[in-house]
C-alpha cells in the first residue's frame, strides 16, 4: 500500500501562485511515476502534470498548464510538487495526487484550489 498526503491548496487571486506538495509512504518502490489530476464543478476528471521517478524524470503536462504549472519531484523526500503561476479562474479544482504503481494507482483524498477576485 502507498499513502499520499496532499497540502498547499487554497484561495488565490488571478495572476497568483501556489505550490501543491504530496508526500507519499509505504510501499513507494512500486512506485514509478507520479501526477496530478484535477476535477471541477461537473467535470471529469484530468491529468495536470505528470513525473517519471525513475528515466530521468520525464514530464508530461496538459496543454491548458503548459508554461503555467512545473511538476517536480525531490525522491529523498519522497514528495512530488506542483508549481503554480499564473493562475486563473479556469484552475479551480480539487486537485488530486496520484501514485502509479506497478500493480495498482494511489490517489490522496485531493486538495481545494480556489482562483478568485
Known amino acids: 500500500q502507498v499513502q499520499l498526503v496532499e497540502s498547499g491548496g487554497g484561495l488565490v487571486q488571478p495572476g497568483g501562485s501556489l505550490r501543491l506538495s504530496c508526500a507519499a509512504s509505504?510501499?513507494?518502490?512500486?512506485?514509478?511515476?507520479m501526477g496530478w489530476y484535477r476535477q471541477a464543478p461537473g467535470k471529469q476528471r484530468e491529468l495536470v502534470a505528470a513525473i517519471f521517478i525513475t528515466s530521468g524524470g520525464n514530464t508530461n503536462y496538459a496543454d491548458s498548464v503548459k508554461g503555467r504549472f512545473t511538476i517536480s519531484r525531490d525522491n529523498a523526500k519522497n514528495t512530488v510538487y506542483l508549481q503554480m503561476n499564473s493562475l486563473k479562474p479556469e484552475d479551480t479544482a480539487v486537485y488530486y495526487c496520484n501514485a502509479a504503481g506497478n500493480r495498482r494507482a494511489y490517489w490522496g483524498q485531493g486538495t481545494q484550489v480556489t482562483v478568485s477576485s
Open positions: 509505504g510501499s513507494i518502490f512500486s512506485i514509478y511515476a
